[in-house]
């Protein structure tokens, strides 16, 4: 069954550093997405991509953010210069179509930014 | 704006009882999609249920049950005869179209459910 993966599972970076986490979505989905639960809290929206561009970012989503979808398989999240309070854990989602059909996640990234 | 209530933040219940997890949303959209996912301790997302706004029929999928009632907003759960294996964080989830058309899951606070032999 086909599946997103993401990688790596767990990353610990220290404050100031970039990372970047990595996904490849199901192969014929056209929407990505990513998500964000800090621990023992609820699972938040980021950003959304379609079609080589973002359609839509929260107000997480700042400029120490961006996604980028490098060459026909993987997705990426970079953040530049991590906070302590980025530590979370980072879904990646993909879906067929928009609202209709449901998204599926990888996953998770645990990111610990110590 | 959208927001999704999981009012109970924690379960405890005895093995093979019966449960109900609950979930009360807010949107003004005509058309919107409400999910289920569980997510287990080893901490991945996994789809349990979609409905659309315009389907109220209740659905049975062997010890899961889902009840929609467009009259209250509400999106209910119920585990049948609960088992250990069903010991997870449920998350209820509303599907509104962002900017440009693309998804956007906005959860609920999630309810954790453990089931003890």
């Known amino acids: 069954e086909p599946e997103v993966t993401q990688t790596p599972s767990h990353q610990v970076t220290q404050m100031g550093q970039e990372v970047i986490l990595r996904c490849v979505p199901i192969?014929?989905?056209?929407?990505f997405y990513w998500y964000r639960q800090i621990l023992g809290q609820k699972v938040e929206f980021l950003v959304s991509?379609?079609?080589?561009?973002?359609?839509?970012k929260s107000e997480i989503f700042d400029d120490q953010f961006s996604v980028e979808r490098p060459d026909g398989s993987n997705f990426t999240l970079k953040i530049r210069s991590t906070k302590l309070e980025d530590s979370a854990m980072y879904f990646c989602?993909?879906?067929?179509?928009?609202?209709?059909?449901?998204?599926?996640f990888g996953q998770g990234t645990r990111l610990t930014v110590v | 704006a959208q927001k999704v209530t999981q009012a109970q933040t924690e379960i405890s219940v005895v093995e093979k009882e019966d449960v109900t997890l609950d979930c009360v949303y807010e949107t003004r959209d005509t058309t919107y999609y409400l999910f289920w996912y569980k997510q287990p301790p080893s901490g991945e997302l996994v789809f349990l249920i979609r409905r659309n706004s315009f389907d109220e029929q209740n659905e049975i999928s062997g010890r899961y049950s889902w009840n929609f009632q467009k009259s209250t907003s509400s999106f209910n759960f119920t585990i049948t005869a609960s088992q250990v294996v069903d010991s997870a964080v449920y998350f209820c989830?509303?599907?509104?179209?962002?900017?440009?058309?693309?998804?956007?899951?906005?959860f609920g606070q999630g309810t954790r459910l453990t089931i003890n032999p």
């Open positions: 989830a509303l599907s509104t179209s962002g900017e440009k058309g693309a998804q956007k899951l906005v």
């Open positions: 989602a993909s879906s067929e179509y928009r609202l209709n059909t449901e998204a599926f």
């Open positions: 991509f379609y079609n080589n561009e973002i359609s839509e």
């Open positions: 192969s014929n989905h056209l929407y």
